[in-house]
């Protein structure tokens, strides 16, 4: 048994007055991949597409959906649909205060991160591309 099947079982197990550990969990269980963080990090003040996250995961577009899900089923972030793309934000934190508390602490921990850091350098180049175009190549 994996720790995500585990943090499931529990999860299944704690019932809906416990929505809060619930809830802690499921964030936990989210934050558990470094992809996602970095998600989460490149989505710090500003919405994205999906398009230009995968460029800058540089993972197969089905891994990010896939990891974009967990983080949404994580309520972490928020998405909306134009036309074909698909957009992703913060979720909202006057809605989430848990999320919006860890979320603070990860931009806090992880600011200096060598790998944060490039992926700054590398966002700031892919905002600077087409969107449109962006998307038609994935």
């Not at 299944?12 to 963080?37: F, P, W, Y």
């Not at 990010?64 to 934190?93: C, F, N, P, T």
Request: glycine share 2%; net charge positive; aromatic share 2%.
């Amino acid at each position: 048994m994996t720790n995500a099947d585990i943090m499931t079982t529990n999860s299944t197990m704690l019932g809906q007055k416990n929505s809060r550990l619930r809830e802690v969990l499921e964030i936990h269980k989210a934050l558990s991949d470094a992809n996602r963080l970095r998600a989460l990090i490149a989505l710090s003040g500003k919405e994205l597409c999906v398009c230009q996250i995968t460029e800058l995961l540089r993972l197969a577009p089905s891994t990010v959906s896939k990891h974009l899900s967990i983080l949404r089923q994580a309520r972490l972030v928020e998405m909306r649909k134009v036309g074909r793309w698909i957009y992703y934000r913060l979720s909202d934190h006057n809605t989430n205060a848990v999320s919006a508390e860890y979320i603070r602490l990860l931009e806090k921990t992880l600011s200096n991160d060598p790998q944060t850091k490039d992926d700054r350098k590398h966002l700031k180049e892919i905002l600077k591309m087409d969107v449109d175009a962006l998307c038609r190549r994935m």
